[in-house]
């Protein structure tokens, strides 16, 4: 059992191009290839590391950035954590 002090987040927020208002979606959503709806103006937004969409661009990044983060914590937590 893990206790991270401050727990990575699961979603992220994304631009729609379409309506310019931002919603929320889950990281595991995003990934290359998946597709999200957009809840207020039902655009169908496909995530894709060569989309032009600046929306998509920055939810790629922004997921790599979290993904990072989480796997640097796991190295301290466990070098920290097993001595007990
Ligand atoms: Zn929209």
């Known amino acids: 059992m893990q206790l991270a002090p401050s727990k990575p987040p699961d979603k992220i927020r994304v631009l729609c191009t379409k309506c310019r208002v931002p919603f929320r979606e889950k990281i595991k959503n995003i990934r290359e290839g998946a597709q999200v709806q957009c809840p207020t103006c039902?655009?169908?937004?496909?995530?894709s590391s060569d989309s032009a969409d600046l929306g998509v661009q920055r939810a790629f990044t922004e997921v790599r950035r979290i993904k990072n983060g989480m796997l640097l914590?796991?190295?301290r937590g466990s070098g920290d954590g097993v001595m007990d």
Do not use: C
């Open 42 to 47: 039902n655009k169908l937004i496909t995530f």
């Open 73 to 75: 914590s796991i190295h």
